[in-house]
């Protein structure tokens, strides 16, 4: 069975700073799909950035930005420029059939 | 509707009765997934659809949890004799894909609480 581990239960950064949140993640597959996803109070899972496993080109979307190391199995989310409005539960999760998600770490923007 | 739409948005129950949540995917689309969470813990699978067809429900706890999706559209998840360590939020998902990676889309969830 496939495994998702996000190691940091909780990061903080200050406002306009970089901040790397954590995955790695365990299969026997070499074809699947990666994201991350924010959760805000509101409970709604929102898209952040999605990968596939056979590209080697990292994802970028915006102020987010992901490096992802297929061989060492690790799928970290850079987000650049941390902005209030970041701040949520951040998941990782890896698709193959179904989406298996990560424990999550909660991320705060100081301002 | 533009999004997945879920109501009730909070439910409480009494232990022991039953409870019907219901999901109405975004139009068209053929995947649907139904996930578990427990407060400050990642969603955990239930169970999945393809159309009206449940490809997938070996992530239901018990045999008092109960998912259908009878016309390939709204589905409904039915707890019966609900227990204490049910209170959870339950999500729904929906995907246009069927496995190929397609981004799946949530709605806000139902939170219940059974006391």
């Known amino acids: 069975a496939q495994t998702v581990t996000q190691s940091q239960p909780e990061m903080s950064v200050q406002e306009a700073e970089t901040v790397t949140l954590s995955c790695t993640y365990d299969?026997?597959?070499?074809?699947?799909?990666l994201f991350w996803y924010k959760q805000p109070p509101s409970r709604q899972m929102i898209l952040v950035i999605r990968?596939?496993?056979?590209?080697?080109q990292n994802a970028t979307e915006n102020r987010f930005s992901v490096n992802f190391q297929k061989a060492a199995k690790s799928f970290s989310l850079k987000i650049s420029d941390s902005q209030l409005g970041d701040a949520a539960m951040y998941f990782c999760?890896?698709?193959?059939?179904?989406?298996?998600f990560g424990e999550g770490t909660q991320l705060t923007v100081n301002p | 509707g533009a999004g997945v739409s879920q109501s009730p948005r909070y439910k409480v129950a009494k232990r022991g009765q039953d409870v019907a949540l219901r999901c109405d995917p975004i139009?068209?689309?053929?995947?649907l997934f139904w996930y578990q969470q427990a407060l400050g813990q990642g969603p955990e699978f239930l169970t999945y659809?393809?159309?009206?067809?449940?490809?997938?429900k070996s992530g239901l706890p018990s045999d008092r949890f109960f998912a259908e999706r009878p016309e390939g559209s709204v589905s409904t998840l039915k707890i019966q004799r609900t227990q204490q360590e049910d209170s959870a939020v339950y999500l729904c998902?929906?995907?246009?894909?069927?496995?190929?990676?397609?981004?799946?889309?949530f709605g806000n969830g139902t939170r219940l609480t059974v006391t």
């Open positions: 299969t026997s597959e070499s074809d699947y799909y």
């Open positions: 999760a890896y698709l193959n059939l179904r989406l298996t």
């Open positions: 990968q596939e496993a056979y590209k080697q």
């Open positions: 659809f393809q159309n009206e067809a449940q490809l997938d």
């Open positions: 139009s068209g689309h053929v995947s």
């Open positions: 998902a929906s995907s246009s894909g069927t496995g190929t990676g397609s981004p799946l889309h």
